[in-house]
């Protein structure tokens, strides 16, 4: 799996959050049904909010808890937060952007399996103390060539 290294500043996004269990691999249910129900017009919204790297509607894994953490489909922005929404700060950090390519939510599902079971362990990093996010492309989400990221917040193991 291809990525690359993205130092950012911290930023806020706002948007919609809802706490999802990893109880019997829950989140993997949860979390796509929470993107289906999302009305047309909120996602709309989060679009004209994204003035943000990196832009448009993104995921967020947020607030870890022992069995489960806090789903954000959320836009990155420096405007105000509207009513009906909330707010989130991320802070800043050093980032490992997984590229993805596939299908959603399988393809990005794996490649979180692969980021944890299999890359983590032999990479020389551990996790940082900060939410991680998944961009999503334009396009079509059910094509086999849909383009996808997950940023992953890093620091490099003594």
């Known amino acids: 799996m291809k990525y690359r290294t993205?130092?950012?500043d911290a930023f806020?996004?706002?948007?919609?959050?809802?706490?999802?269990?990893?109880?019997?691999?829950?989140?993997?249910?949860?979390?796509?049904?929470?993107w289906a129900s999302l009305?047309?017009?909120?996602?709309?919204?989060?679009?004209?909010?994204s003035n943000l790297k990196p832009s448009?509607?993104?995921?967020?894994?947020?607030?870890m808890h022992d069995n489960g953490f806090d789903y954000w489909i959320a836009?990155?922005?420096?405007?105000?937060?509207?009513?009906?929404?909330?707010?989130?700060d991320i802070p800043a950090a050093h980032w490992i952007v997984f590229e993805i390519t596939g299908a959603m939510p399988k393809a990005i599902?794996?490649?979180c399996r692969y980021i944890f079971n299999e890359w983590f362990p032999s990479s020389?990093?551990?996790?940082a103390d900060a939410p991680e996010i998944e961009w999503y492309s334009d396009g079509d989400m059910?094509?086999?060539?849909y383009k996808s990221e997950i940023w992953i917040p890093v620091i490099k193991q003594d």
């Not at 448009?56 to 607030?63: H, K, N, P, R, S």
């Not at 059910?142 to 060539?145: L, Q």
């Open 6 to 8: 993205v130092n950012l």
């Open 12 to 34: 806020s996004v706002i948007g919609v959050k809802n706490f999802t269990s990893i109880e019997n691999g829950e989140n993997f249910i949860k979390i796509p049904q929470m």
């Open 39 to 49: 009305p047309e017009e909120t996602m709309n919204r989060l679009g004209e909010l």
């Open 56 to 63: 448009g509607v993104l995921g967020i894994c947020a607030e």
């Open 75 to 88: 836009a990155a922005t420096t405007k105000e937060c509207p009513a009906g929404f909330e707010k989130l």
């Open 109 to 111: 599902q794996d490649g």
């Open 124 to 127: 020389g990093y551990q996790h």
């Open 142 to 145: 059910s094509s086999s060539d």
